[in-house]
């Protein structure tokens, strides 16, 4: 293997130098499309309220990104507080099962949905669902 550089290559890294070209980054390109598939958000502690309010924004904010599926990690329930009050809803209290019931409910969420696993939601030992979104046309 020979050290030296013939002199068009040294006038080629010259003019690259001197350029204001950029190269894209492989890394970058590849950090980008994993996002865009998929992502995930855990909504452990939140509010029935605060995490109606979380879920929204964040199907709105996947859907304009492109992303194909949101993984929802609510928990499965079982340290409920609510499960301990006669006058709530054992169901609809969790969020387990009140943040999709939210989802379904809300036409201009299920405009970008194709489908909610709902089997995840009805099984007692998954804390958490998937939501698959449409692509923006």
């Known amino acids: 293997m020979t050290n030296k550089l013939s002199d068009k290559d040294k006038k080629d890294w010259q003019d690259f130098l001197n ?3 950029k190269l894209d980054s492989k890394d970058v390109d590849q950090t980008i499309k994993s996002k865009i598939l998929e992502r995930s958000i855990d909504l452990h502690g939140y509010t029935l309220d605060d995490a109606n309010k979380e ?3 964040f199907i709105e904010n996947c859907y ?3 992303v194909k599926k949101i993984n929802v990690i609510t928990g499965k329930g079982m340290r409920s507080k609510n499960l301990d009050n006669p006058y709530q809803s054992t169901d609809l209290s969790i969020l387990k099962h009140s943040v999709p019931e939210y989802i379904k409910s809300n036409p201009e969420l299920m405009k970008k949905i194709i489908k909610i696993d709902f089997d995840s939601v009805n099984s007692p030992s998954k ?3 998937e939501i698959f979104l449409k692509t923006i046309r």
């Open 64 to 66: 304009l990104d492109r």
């Open 127 to 129: 804390g958490s669902f």
């Open 19 to 21: 350029s204001s070209e």
């Open 55 to 57: 879920i929204s924004n």
